[in-house]
Nanobody, 115 residues
Framework: QVQLRESGGGLVQAGGSLRLSCIAS????????MAWYRQIPGKQRELVAS??????TNYADSMKGRFTISRDNKSTVYLQMNSLKPEDTAVYYC??????????WGQGTQVTVSS
């Protein structure tokens, strides 16, 4: 079993920055994909960014240039968010995918950007 724990959310003014962290524990494969998703009230959960264990990253178009995903080992991932906008307000979820499409989710961390 795999558990994910996010931290780093909070309230920030528009133009500010936040750094989210996610630590995975349990049976973690040496090859996996970790990602951040977000869910805005009334909308579907959407991909923010992902990173594989080799370091290759992928970003949603609207986040390119403002958000940076990184990882320092097979089980810890970060999301640096700069130039935050009120429309970035959402619950941000950490995701880990490994094996044959096994998906694991954190409980989410709230990010609120005030105008």
């Amino acid at each position: 079993q795999v558990q994910l724990r996010e931290s780093g959310g909070g309230l920030v003014q528009a133009g500010g920055s936040l750094r989210l962290s996610c630590i995975a524990s349990g049976s973690i494969s040496s090859i996996n994909v970790m990602a951040w998703y977000r869910q805005i009230p009334g909308k579907q959960r959407e991909l923010v960014a992902s990173i594989i264990t080799g370091g290759i990253t992928n970003y949603a178009d609207s986040m390119k240039g403002r958000f940076t995903i990184s990882r320092d080992n097979k089980s810890t991932v970060y999301l640096q968010m700069n130039s935050l906008k009120p429309e970035d307000t959402a619950v941000y979820y950490c995701n880990l995918r490994q094996g044959q499409g096994n998906d694991y989710w954190g409980q989410g961390t709230q990010v609120t950007v005030s105008s």
